[in-house]
């Protein structure tokens, strides 16, 4: 399983930015997909998370509005908009993945349930 993110950059406040995660090894079904963030000297916490087999979504709050996840499940890839960013979203953005099993769509993005993750990918949003 392999996790890799792409679309790091610098931006400009106000601007936008897509995140890819390209995901080898297998297929979606049955997993949620979800991306977090850290700032340095911080915690990893869940920005958007997403039911692979559905669609259902869940956002953190200082995204909502601003932030869209979605996936081509054929292509293995899902993906996070981020529009009109803030020098504060500036930080590592990481993918991950859990499979769902039996216990479904959670309605939640915790680092701590996520089964595999990518290494990171720097966002900079310039003021």
């Known amino acids: 399983v392999q996790l890799v993110e792409s679309g790091e950059g610098l931006v400009q406040a106000g601007g936008s930015l897509r995140l890819s995660c390209t995901v080898s090894?297998?297929?979606?079904?049955?997993?949620?997909l979800g991306w977090f963030r850290q700032a340095p000297g911080t915690g990893r916490g869940g920005v958007s998370c997403m039911s692979a087999d559905d669609g259902s979504t869940t956002y953190a709050d200082s995204v909502k509005g601003r932030v869209t996840i979605s996936s081509d499940n054929a292509r293995g890839i899902f993906y996070l908009q981020m529009d009109s960013l803030k020098p504060e979203d500036t930080n590592i953005y990481y993918c991950?993945?859990?499979?769902?099993?039996?216990?479904?769509?959670?309605?939640?993005?915790?680092?701590?349930?996520?089964?595999?993750w990518g290494k990171g990918t720097l966002v900079t949003v310039s003021s």
């Open positions: 991950a993945v859990m499979a769902m099993g039996s216990r479904g769509w959670l309605g939640t993005c915790e680092d701590n349930n996520m089964d595999y």
């Open positions: 090894g297998f297929t979606f079904d049955h997993y949620t």
